[in-house]
């Protein structure tokens, strides 16, 4: 369907910078600008040095980011990986070289500007989409900030959105190559497939009588067992707390009433349109001529409004909607703010069936429908209760583990030779794990704090209580070791068989890649091959109809210029899939919106490499250096 409720990208582009970027990077402006002698430098941009403090402070706001954005759910081993901790100083010294050469070429920010941007950040709108100061001013103490520090701040952010801007806008699609692209993307190829299985070839494939026993001897560590322990362990926590705290009938009532429109639906409109354009080249009469069209239409729709349907299949210009009598769908207040004279005269209308004069947009003149009106619905109270008594729950709950982590930390270290008095504390139970290592344990005992904590000295050899751990936000665990185990290697009797199993197996595939390959070269060579092959399927790249990525790109990559073409590749499982197309089919004409939508993409991505490439060269002038030992250093 023609999309003509066209995205404003540098409103999102803002609100990006509003929302994404001040977790990990709002710290103050001036951080950005001070060089501070006698602290540990993590990297230095030229003259400029990123401390230990900067950069730490940097980590901890993307790994509280990442576990909200996966509601905890993140293995906690990744939140302190080697690659996290680069990605976070990454992003601190592009974003330095970027606010450098934005000042050095003279980018700034008027005061209408930031007024602007904070007015329009959805983080400081209240229910009814105007902007609150009072919201605005809860965010800054969220966040620790001031009024100055965080306008300065954005101020930068603008500023690097300005330079940026500069290469999006500047990224030039030949024609050509958009048009190869169009034909490629829309394409369609009819395959069928044939897979090799290593199982197939197990008979053949035949191991040296002491391979197993060679092999054992060369991987010893692939057979180790690490220490390992059982442990018991308590969790103080918020989803914990939540469950034995009571919320009373009158305390839902009022946080229905205080947040009703909260509960409300906004009104929707189902609505069609009939959009008359003008000729690019013909100027302002072309304009007068499309404008009396419209009237025109508008004029005939009056005596027989019933024939609206046929009449934007005959005369719109939006092709999609056209075929569907000029429907649009369902459309909400606020989705259309960039022809926002469209949406006005849509819920101006009065009632279903009405007709709007031909209205004036940027995309030329529309005659709108209102084919259904959905009013405002609020959800009454009873529906939303489970809701409500979650929420103030977890309210309370936040609030009793903020009173509680500090005596919950103390008990533990006070009582060290039981965790009963900090499970008494927790309102919780005394839990027992099975076998962990220091490499490996379940949740919630995934934590490599707590597991280093479990299997330090005091802990294990004197079977005192660890410290209380936070694993998550929201949630501490102490545990106790039960009973402990030294690392050792599995004797090669107990692994025999299944290592004999896994050699075997792993022959076999080399065997089935070699005997693909083999058949994949017959088949190019025009001989007859012996392969039982798949029903033909019609494929694309959109509608892959279920066929694995791996074979999906071998399809398009075939060299199809005669048919049948071949090719294969190594599937999973030690696998081996060969893969025919016997038939391509051409898309006739990408829609409209399709075709712009592949070129805004290959043009951002040409943009994305501009950008990436000049942030490279400015940090080889910039002579950017790391310190390696101070980018690991664990806090």
């Known amino acids: 369907m023609f999309d003509f409720v066209y995205r404003n990208r540098k409103k999102i582009q803002l609100i990006f910078l509003l929302l994404i970027v001040p977790p990990f990077a709002l710290f103050g402006v001036d951080v950005y600008f001070r060089n501070r002698d006698g602290v540990q430098a993590v990297a230095r941009v030229g003259d400029y040095t990123i401390t230990q403090d900067e950069f730490s402070r940097a980590l901890r706001e993307r790994q509280s980011a990442l576990q909200r954005s996966t509601d905890g759910r993140i293995d906690p081993a990744l939140l302190d990986s080697p690659e996290l901790r680069a990605a976070a100083l ?74 940026a801007e500069a290469y999006a806008d500047s990224g030039f699609v030949p024609r050509t190559v958009a048009s190869t692209l169009e034909k490629l993307a829309g394409q369609s190829r009819e395959m069928s497939q044939a897979t090799l299985k290593p199982e197939t070839f197990l008979p053949q494939a035949k191991l040296a009588p002491d391979a ?32 034995s705290l009571p919320v009373s009938p009158d305390d839902v009532k009022k946080f229905y009433e205080s947040n009703r429109a909260r509960f409300a639906t906004a009104e929707t409109r189902d609505a069609a349109h009939i959009l008359v354009t003008a000729d690019p080249g013909a100027g ?71 007709i709007s004069a031909p209205v004036e947009t940027k995309l030329g003149f529309h005659i709108i429908r209102a084919i259904a009106i959905h009013p405002e619905q609020v959800k009454p109270l009873e529906e939303m209760r489970g809701e409500i008594e979650k929420e103030l729950r977890r309210q309370q709950a936040s609030r009793r583990f903020a009173e509680i982590a500090d005596g919950f930390s103390n008990i533990v270290y006070e009582q060290s030779d039981s965790l009963k008095p900090a499970a008494e504390l927790a309102k919780s139970e005394v839990r027992q794990s099975g ?32 410290e209380a751990v936070e694993v998550a936000p929201g949630t501490l665990i102490a545990a106790r070791v039960i009973e402990s185990k030294p690392a050792s290697t599995q004797p090669f009797e107990e692994v025999r068989g299944a290592l004999e199993k896994r050699l075997a197996l792993r022959e076999a595939s080399r065997l089935a890649v070699a005997e693909g390959r083999r058949r994949l070269d017959e088949l190019r060579q025009g001989k007859a091959v012996s392969v039982e092959w798949s029903a033909p399927l019609l494929i694309s790249r959109e509608d892959p109809k279920g066929v694995s990525q791996p074979i999906l790109r071998q399809t398009f990559k075939a060299d199809v210029s005669k048919l049948p073409a071949y090719a294969g590749v190594e599937a999973g499982g030690g696998a081996y899939t060969l893969v025919r197309v016997s038939r391509v ?41 790391v310190d390696k030992d101070e980018l690991g250093k664990k806090q």
């Open 585 to 625: 089919e051409q898309q006739k004409e990408m829609a409209p919106g399709k075709a712009k939508e592949l070129t805004d993409q290959i043009q951002s991505l040409l943009a994305q490499e501009t950008l990436a490439a000049y942030v490279a060269s400015l940090r080889q002038k910039a002579g950017v250096t």
């Open 284 to 354: 302002a009469a072309g304009k007068e001529k499309a404008r009396a069209r419209a009237e025109e239409i508008y004029r005939e729709l009056e005596k027989k409004p019933a024939g609206f349907a046929e009449a934007a299949k005959k005369y719109s210009a939006d092709p999609g909607s056209a075929q569907q009598g000029g429907s649009l769908g369902r459309i909400a207040r606020g989705t259309m703010k960039d022809v926002p004279e469209f949406e006005q005269a849509l819920f101006a209308l009065k009632k279903e069936g009405d």
């Open 90 to 163: 990454d992003t601190l010294i592009r974003r330095r070289l970027l606010v450098a050469r934005a000042q050095g070429v003279g980018l700034a920010v008027t005061d209408d500007d930031l007024r602007r941007a904070i007015n329009e950040a959805p983080a400081f709108r209240d229910e009814t989409g105007k902007f609150s100061f009072k919201q605005y001013q809860e965010y800054l103490r969220s966040e620790g900030l001031t009024p100055p520090t965080f306008e300065a701040r954005l101020r930068q952010d603008i500023v690097i959105r300005q330079l």
């Open 435 to 466: 076998w962990v290592s220091k490499e490996s344990a379940p949740a919630p005992l995934n934590s490599p704090k707590l597991l280093a904590a479990i299997f330090s000295a005091d802990v294990l050899k004197d079977k005192r209580n660890s």
């Open 212 to 243: 197993a026993k060679a092999y054992y001897n060369a991987n010893t560590p692939e057979f180790r067992v690490p220490e390992q322990a059982r442990v018991e362990y308590v969790v103080l926590s918020v989803e914990g707390l939540m469950q």
